[in-house]
């Protein structure tokens, strides 16, 4: 059960799950969920709070059973298997620690499951404790810990049984900012310690950057876009992923000659080849606009409002329609940004996304 | 809101009310506790300080008939129904969300019926089946009446649980024999203690279920006192309520004070 060298991707195929609510209603967790994870790798499958990235999860360890699709390790299909049989091991988000084990017996609890002698064990958890530096709390119970340490412990539990794939359902939502800083940094220690394939469910897009070797985006049960943080975030597959991963503002409208049209604003469009007219739905980050010349200049706008944040500005401003654009702008310029001012607006033309879904050819 | 200083203005009012309600509860047991030492013949009358009845009870061989048997009666009572209880708590827990209101219903409802229509219809049952009324027929009915008393303090531990621990266990490859033995059992153990001692001292205290269905060779200590008081309240009534009294609560309270150490 070595997950060093001989580790196997983890594949979901094609996998549906529906359940009936309090009301009667049909709810699709997840639908056609295809994902392949690559052994040794870090996924990050985020998304808000019932798109159904935690029931995947819970289906790949086995509390939940999938009406459709497969979900297999290598060669071994995972979904058929009953829960305590699967190689894969998870770190809740209560931590579910045993409140009536010390630290130590909780770590062994997995590996007395498989019957390992006595010696091999006490070596073992003897590892996973100075891994995830607990060692000199060996005999505390948990309720004689920080949330930190909790967590910490159970982190060791689960990697003690050298799972194929940690699953870690959304563990560090219970901690402090401060810490939970902390802890991306800690995991990301022991992700390269281990080599072990992390899966790691939460709705903080900050964590899933920070973490993730590719973030998998979640919505309704579907998989919007699967890349890495610089995809996902430069290219995002859609409005909701572009809105969910950042801020962004978007604009749909005819596209003549490279030139969007948007109300009273152009957009330049040189990156993609498009038909003579078309309609397409471009986002653009609040970074890519700027109130100084020497871009390519979109239009005039009105200051709504401005929001100091330190390092820079963010801005709202709006169209005569009404419509509200997000631009984030050096601290210097603050001082001319007066609310109801008008100003030109300038965007990098680089920096302009078309969404792959939205362009639908009028010819 | 009310502020905290008005409601404080009216703690005196508040704080009266408590202490005449402490006082109907306990002014009762201590007017037993001080006869209990009483020289008198009669029951009711003070005649000074003496220890005699004390040594009149314990010398009574009916009297310990009587509560022996009553201790041979709650002891399996307590066992089996604190045993049937946490089965039922357990089995509980797997059930689905809406079922489980109807079950705990189901569970809870001889809590509030009373205990007359139980104990009528169980002397019905029997007879109609023609069960004979003997030792076995009274344990069977204070288990029975028991396992709505057990069921409350497992089921309420079993759900402040976090249902995470389970899953957990089952996660790191336990069998559903090995989460019973190492995860469930441990931690309910407190809890089926509490379920034992409160079940104990009702099959002891008992008397409306043990008068239906007592036959001749079972006498249960409350049965025994109501038979003394037909024949006018004799000092030794006061006497056995008073070991009633003090007994159960000593046990009670070392209890607690054991069951405090392990839940931590």
Redesign the interface.
């Known amino acids: 059960m070595n997950s060093r060298g001989n580790g196997s991707a983890l594949q979901i195929r094609d996998v549906s799950k529906t359940f009936t609510d309090a009301k009667g209603r049909l709810v699709h967790a997840l639908k056609d969920v295809t994902l392949e994870i690559a052994h040794g790798e870090f996924i990050v499958l985020l998304g808000p709070s019932g798109c159904g990235k935690t029931t995947l999860l819970r289906s790949i360890?086995?509390?939940e059973e999938i009406d459709s699709g497969t979900i297999s390790l290598g060669q071994m299909r995972l979904d058929q298997m009953a829960?305590?049989?699967r190689p894969v091991?998870?770190v809740?988000?209560?931590y579910?620690?045993?409140?009536?084990m010390s630290v130590e017996e909780n770590v062994s609890?997995?590996l007395e499951?498989?019957g390992l002698p006595r010696s091999e064990i006490k070596v073992r958890v003897a590892e996973m404790l100075d891994l995830v530096h607990l060692t000199e709390l060996a005999d505390r119970?948990p309720?004689q810990m920080s949330g930190g340490q909790q967590q910490r412990a159970a982190l060791a539990?689960?990697l003690a049984?050298k799972p194929q794939v940690l699953l870690l359902d959304e563990p560090l939502a219970a901690l402090d900012l401060k810490l939970r800083r902390a802890m991306q940094t800690e995991l990301k220690r022991i992700h390269r310690a281990t080599g072990t394939t992390f899966l790691f469910v939460t709705h903080d897009q900050n964590e899933a950057m920070a973490l993730g070797d590719r973030i998998a985006v979640f919505s309704q049960g579907q998989l919007r876009q699967c890349g890495t943080p610089a995809e996902v975030y430069e290219n995002p597959a859609d409005e909701f992923v572009a809105s969910f991963i950042g801020e962004s503002t978007s604009f749909t409208g005819l596209v003549m000659d490279g030139i969007l049209k948007f109300e009273e604003l152009t957009f330049p469009i040189p990156r993609y080849e498009l038909s003579s007219v078309s309609v397409a739905q471009i986002v653009v980050r609040p970074e890519a606009f700027s109130f100084e010349t020497g871009e390519y200049k979109c239009g005039e706008v009105t200051i709504e409002e401005t929001t100091y944040s330190g390092d820079s500005i963010e801005v709202i401003a709006t169209l005569r329609s009404g419509k509200q654009i997000k631009i984030q702008s050096p601290v210097e310029i603050l001082s001319a940004l007066k609310v109801g001012s008008r100003h030109d607006l300038y965007v990098d033309p680089l920096r302009v996304r078309i969404l792959h879904g939205a362009v639908a050819d009028m010819e | 809101m009310r502020s905290t200083v008005e409601v404080r203005r009216q703690i005196p009012s508040v704080a009266s009310i408590g202490i005449l309600a402490i006082a109907f509860l306990y002014v009762p047991l201590m007017t037993v506790l001080v006869f209990s030492f009483n020289r008198s013949e009669d029951a009711t009358v003070w005649g000074g300080f003496s220890t005699k009845w004390y040594s009149t009870v314990l010398h009574n061989s009916d009297l310990i008939r009587a509560a022996k048997f009553s201790l041979s009666l709650a002891v399996p009572s307590a066992l089996l129904a604190s045993l049937f209880a946490a089965g039922l708590a357990i089995g509980i827990g797997v059930v689905h969300s809406r079922r489980i209101v109807l079950l705990q219903m189901l569970v809870n409802a001889p809590l509030i019926l009373p205990e007359i229509v139980t104990a009528v219809g169980t002397l019905a049952l029997f007879s109609a089946v023609k069960i004979p009324l003997n030792f076995a027929s009274l344990l069977a009915a204070h288990v029975a009446l028991c396992i709505p008393f057990a069921f409350l303090p497992i089921r309420s531990r079993l759900r402040d649980l976090d249902p995470a621990i389970f899953e957990a266990a089952e996660d790191l490859g336990a069998s559903s024999r090995r989460v019973m033995l190492r995860i469930t059992a441990p931690l309910i153990i407190p809890a089926v203690f509490s379920a034992m001692l409160l079940t104990f001292i009702i099959s002891m205290d008992d008397f409306l279920t043990s008068m239906f269905l007592s036959g001749p060779s079972t006498t249960t200590l409350p049965l025994y006192i109501f038979g003394l008081l037909k024949l006018g309240v004799s000092p030794e009534v006061n006497v056995i309520s008073a070991l009633l009294l003090v007994i159960p609560t000593v046990g009670l309270l070392l209890s607690v004070v054991w069951i405090r150490k392990r839940g931590k």
């Open positions: 360890a086995g509390f829960a305590n049989r091991n998870t809740f988000q209560s579910a620690l045993f409140p009536h609890f997995g499951c498989e119970k309720n539990r689960a049984k």
